[in-house]
T-cell receptor, first 106, second 115 residues
């Protein structure tokens, strides 16, 4: 069965303090590794899809990378508005990890 | 496009009552998904449809849950009878596999509380 494990469960950063979120996956026949952002009271919002090891994608202060067993979401110089839960997912019908709750303080 | 539209946004019901959640997918999307999100279990896939046909309902917790998709623009998730442990946020999502591959787009969710 496809499994996705995210770490850490929660992360608190000061504004400007860069860090990375981890997503480990075990999927037979990867059809993409997905990152979503979820704000409180909202549905998950699509950020990135990665398909092959070595692939990278960027959006503002976020960069997602992929290896054969893991994906990382790097956050460079975060701002308070980056505070949210970040979810990763894989599999044909998207099997989600439990997410990393990120809080960025001024 | 308006995105995936779900209703109701919030529902409080008494144990034993029937609950019906509704979803309108993005126009032209050929897949529709129902997920449930709780603090304990995270986001879980309940069922998904392709071209209005249920493909995988292995995530439906028990016979009290049923889902239908009578046409390409409407789906329902029904819980009968409801129980307090069904309290969760229920998300509907859709995708156009030909255009977006496996990327799915979520609605804002239906917050269900069963008392």
């Amino acid at each position: 069965e496809d499994q996705v494990t995210q770490s850490p469960e929660a992360l608190r950063l000061q504004e400007g303090e860069s860090s990375s979120l981890n997503c480990s996956y075990t999927v037979s026949g990867l059809r993409g590794l997905f990152w979503y952002r979820q704000d409180p009271g909202k549905g998950p919002e699509f950020l990135f899809t990665l398909y092959s090891a070595g692939e990278e994608k960027e959006k503002e202060r976020l960069k997602a990378t992929l290896t054969k067993k893991e994906s990382f979401l790097h956050i460079t110089a975060p701002k308070p508005e980056d505070s949210a839960t970040y979810l990763c997912a894989s599999g044909y019908a998207l099997n989600f990890g439990k997410g990393t709750s990120l809080l960025v303080t001024p | 496009d308006a995105g995936v539209i779900q209703s109701p946004r919030h529902e409080v019901t008494e144990m034993g009552q029937e609950v019906t959640l509704r979803c309108k997918p993005i126009s032209g999307h050929d897949y529709l998904f129902w997920y449930r999100q709780t603090m304990m279990r995270g986001l879980e896939l309940l069922i998904y449809f392709n071209n209005n046909v249920p493909i995988d309902d292995s995530g439906m917790p028990e016979d009290r849950f049923s889902a239908k998709m009578p046409n390409a623009s409407f789906s329902t998730l029904k819980i009968q009878p409801s129980e307090p442990r069904d309290s969760a946020v229920y998300f509907c999502a859709s995708r156009d596999e030909e255009v977006d591959g496996n990327t799915i787009y979520f609605g804002e969710g239906s917050w269900l509380t069963v008392v």
